[in-house]
């Protein structure tokens, strides 16, 4: 996939409170297995949703 922004995905919380993300997300980001992702929710509301880079 192009980078690109504008794009939108749903993803369903499941009863433990997981979500799925897409594959062509996991694509697009390059998540891999055991690969940590980041949300930070900024003053205004909204998420941000990232992969996390690095070591912590």
Wanted: proline share 2%.
């Amino acid at each position: 996939m192009a980078r690109k922004r504008g794009f939108k995905f749903y993803s369903t919380v499941s009863d433990r409170g997981q979500i799925f993300i897409p594959k062509v997300l996991q694509d697009y980001f390059g998540i891999r297995k055991r690969d940590k992702v980041e949300f930070i929710v900024k003053d205004d509301g909204s998420i941000v949703f990232a992969k996390k880079e690095g070591k912590e």
